[in-house]
């Protein structure tokens, strides 16, 4: 009964010693790990080969920093929109469409860090009306936008490279609205912001006959807000 019993002890033993050999996750495998020296290739060389000569790439190379990253040749930021994005009204008014829909929950809908996250505990962000905002070019936007800041996420999945400058440009639009000084205004603009009814007549008209203007961070429209 003892040498039955040493026997199975033995025989479980090396059963268990074999099974150390077994690894299902197929760590050990016949194959080169990238850039590791090997010699199918030659003596001495890499099992990554370099690109030949007169290669192009398979996509569309960006290669418009301003376009694509909000930068210059010299890498800082961009202070004009690139030469394909037209100041319009419907720039903005696109701008403004695609900000309320993924930037007002936590900037809010004037830029002043107090969007409904944030009103629910969330770390606000900076208001675009710091003096630190203020002085940035619109390309920094640009670039929070495609490569995120801090806890903001990058959008560059997200939203287009033409509606991350639509919304560069709304936010440029957000901050002048806000520290604008008389001088700036036609005689006109003057006559129109002394009487509140004709404020709200040009505002629904700028808006495209939207009854929808946005006040404070919490207001919602008929469009969706």
Request: proline share 5%.
């Given at each position: 009964m003892m040498k039955f019993k040493l026997k199975n002890l033995l025989l479980a033993g090396l059963a268990m010693t074999v099974m150390t050999g077994c690894h299902w996750d197929m760590w050990n495998q016949d194959r080169y790990e990238p850039l590791e020296k090997g010699d199918f290739f030659g003596e001495g060389e890499t099992s990554s080969r370099m690109l030949v000569t007169g290669v192009v790439p398979y996509q569309d190379a960006r290669l418009d920093t301003h376009y694509y990253q909000g930068r210059n040749a010299d890498e800082t930021?961009?202070?004009?929109?690139?030469?394909?994005?037209?100041?319009?009204?419907?720039?903005?008014?696109?701008?403004?469409?695609?900000?309320?829909?993924?930037?007002?929950?936590?900037?809010?809908?004037?830029?002043?860090?107090?969007g409904m996250i944030v009103q629910r505990g969330f770390p606000a962000p900076p208001s675009y009306t710091d003096q630190r905002l203020l002085e940035m070019p619109i390309g920094y936007f640009f670039d929070v936008m495609t490569n995120g800041f801090g806890r903001m996420y990058s959008y560059k999945t997200r939203i287009t490279v033409e509606d991350r400058w639509a919304i560069a440009a709304y936010t440029r639009a957000l901050q002048l609205s806000q520290n604008a000084t008389p001088d700036l205004l036609t005689q006109e603009l003057v006559d129109i912001v002394s009487d509140p009814e004709k404020v709200d007549a040009f505002n629904t008209e700028a808006l495209g006959g939207s009854e929808a203007t946005h006040g404070d961070s919490g207001t919602t429209s008929k469009e969706g807000h």
């Open positions: 930021f961009a202070a004009e929109l690139p030469a394909d994005i037209k100041l319009t009204k419907e720039l903005l008014l696109r701008g403004q469409n695609q900000y309320d829909i993924f930037c007002t929950p936590c900037h809010g809908y004037q830029g002043l860090g107090d």
